[in-house]
């Protein structure tokens, strides 16, 4: 079709007022993106435009252009159909245009666009077969029929267009439930959090002993886990689990390189890099597992409150133990494993007043952990880092009344015999003084927290250090400090407490 055609086509339209059927917003055109995420085609055409622009000044009247509420940038717009009458409208020193504000209702602005391309000028093959595999990139629960429908082609054409992506998107989810089913996370959590039915939850499951095959065999051929898991795409800790799935705690530590410590004084210079993400605030894996190795025993179930990278679920895959984690960063892809939940608790005096049921717990499922490895912000430390519903933006009080709550909830919700490994370090407002000047006021040290968790049932039988690593401090900070006499904190602590 001529440009010609096309341009009396669009008239046609407008002088039978078919554009005019959806209410029209004057915009500025400075207001107006291309944005090339949504955007169908591979470019501008020059020539289109400026046969369009001579028809601007010619005086034709163009159908409005489409555009949508850009999602990152308030008061601005997407555009979504009109991007050569819209360069056009630029080209002849236009500032406003006429437009129609569509809201897509969650449907994919990309397809939208597409379908509107269908029009007078069509997208080419290539532009087409793109748009098909960036629409199922984006959002790869589109079916075939679905993208085909925007881009005016068959099921099968799109089925052809998308097969390789496909491959890699199902390989990806077998990867999501089978670490998912390993740590012990009932089929229907997995199912939602996966966005699929649970029935498709099972059928995967089935194809499980094939997926550990293949790894198994690579293992077995004498390849390292960090060899199986960069071809064939798992994480370490997930290659651990197959790797370790007949040894015992002993043996899984020494084939981890991990050491055992003997007594109660846990130091590492440093984080196995391969378990959990680089996250504020995180700890070592070896911590992980020596709380592991001496308060759990081989496939109990360990319950993460706040898990923030993920070293405790990693860990327990290594180690042998289900794993139940939840954290307020909702990270579907990297962490499916990691259930979003923000824990909002009341006050410690509201609590004591309120309602057992008022209390919310995660998970309805009858069974309980044997052991809570909870690992909250050390108040304010890092708060900066985290989300503001983050308990470490809370004023000091709060914080503490929170956290009263929160061991006084965890009571209501385990059996007899689970235990708790309760992470935290020393608190102190030394705000750049000489430690012989600190007054001690608004400080938070580790004796508070023992008197909050005897308060609230839970009854201390180890403190084990397991200092931070004083390693991350520079020598120019370490040397102010030196000659200000200001005393730096890295003590940590594990408490471990069990029920009286
Ligand atoms: C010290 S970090 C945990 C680090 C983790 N053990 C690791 O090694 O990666 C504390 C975590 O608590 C989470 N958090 C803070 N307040 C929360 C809340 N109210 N509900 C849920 N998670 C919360 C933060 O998002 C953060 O990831």
Redesign the pocket.
């Known amino acids: 079709m001529s440009f010609y055609c096309e341009y009396k086509n669009l008239v046609e339209m407008s002088r039978k007022g078919e554009a005019m059927t959806q209410p029209t917003t004057k915009i500025p055109i400075s207001a107006i993106v291309l944005n090339e995420e949504i955007y169908p085609r591979k470019g501008i055409d020059p020539k289109r435009v400026g046969i369009f622009a001579e028809n601007i000044r010619d005086g034709f009247k163009f159908e409005p252009i489409e555009v949508e509420p850009d999602p990152d940038r308030p008061g601005m717009y997407r555009l979504l159909d009109g991007a050569h009458r819209w360069s056009a409208y630029k080209t002849t020193g236009v500032t406003e245009v006429e437009a129609v504000i569509k809201n897509l209702d969650g449907n994919d602005p990309l397809l939208y666009a597409a379908q509107k391309a269908i029009g007078p000028r069509q997208l080419t093959e290539d532009e087409t077969r793109e748009t098909a595999r960036r629409a199922y990139t984006r959002n790869s629960s589109l079916s075939s029929a679905a993208i085909g429908k925007a881009i005016g082609r068959s099921r099968q054409a799109v089925d052809s267009y998308i097969a390789d992506l496909r491959a890699v998107t199902q390989m990806e989810l077998d990867i999501n439930i089978f670490r998912m089913n390993r740590l012990g996370i009932p089929q229907d959590r997995i199912a939602n959090r996966l966005g699929a039915k649970q029935v498709l939850i099972h059928n995967h499951l089935l194809k499980m002993p094939v997926l550990a095959n293949s790894i198994n065999a690579d293992l077995y051929r004498g390849f390292t886990v960090s060899q199986v898991a960069e071809k064939h795409n798992w994480t370490e800790p997930l290659v651990w689990s197959l790797a370790l799935a007949d040894k015992k705690d002993l043996q899984r530590f020494k084939e981890l390189g991990w050491g055992l410590r003997t007594w109660d004084q846990w130091e590492w210079n440093d984080c196995d890099k391969s378990f959990?993400?680089d996250?504020?605030?995180?700890?070592p894996a070896q911590l992980i597992a020596h709380i592991l190795f001496y308060f759990s025993k081989l496939n109990d179930l360990i319950l993460?409150?706040?898990?923030?990278?993920?070293?405790?679920p990693d860990t327990c895959l290594a180690l042998g133990r289900r794993c139940w984690a939840?954290?307020?960063?909702d990270r579907p892809e990297t962490r499916p494993e990691i259930e979003p939940?923000?824990?909002?608790l009341p006050a410690a005096q509201k609590l004591a007043s309120s309602p057992v049921n008022q209390l919310s717990w995660p998970v309805s499922s009858k069974e309980k952990a044997d052991l809570i490895i909870f690992?909250?912000?050390?108040f304010d430390k890092?708060a900066a880092d985290?989300?503001t519903?983050?308990?470490?933006a809370l004023q000091r009080q709060e914080y503490l009344e929170c956290l009263e709550a929160f061991f006084a909830l965890l009571k209501l919700n385990v059996k007899k015999t689970t235990r708790l490994a309760f992470i935290n370090a020393d608190w102190r407002d030394f705000q750049g003084r000489p430690a012989a000047e600190e007054s001690g006021q608004g400080s938070i040290l580790i004796d508070v927290y023992l008197r909050m968790l005897n308060k609230t049932g839970w009854q201390h039988t180890h403190i084990i250090q397991a200092p931070m690593s004083a390693q991350r401090f520079s020598a120019v900070v370490v040397s102010a400090m030196q000659k200000k006499r200001i005393l730096g904190v890295t003590s940590r602590y594990v408490i471990i407490l069990k029920q009286p």
């Not at 993460?304 to 405790?312: E, Q, S, W």
């Open positions: 959990g993400d996250w504020p605030g995180r700890i993460d409150p706040m898990a923030g990278g993920g070293v405790t939840f954290d307020m960063a939940y923000i824990w909002t690992d909250p912000p050390y890092k985290y989300d519903k983050s308990i470490s």
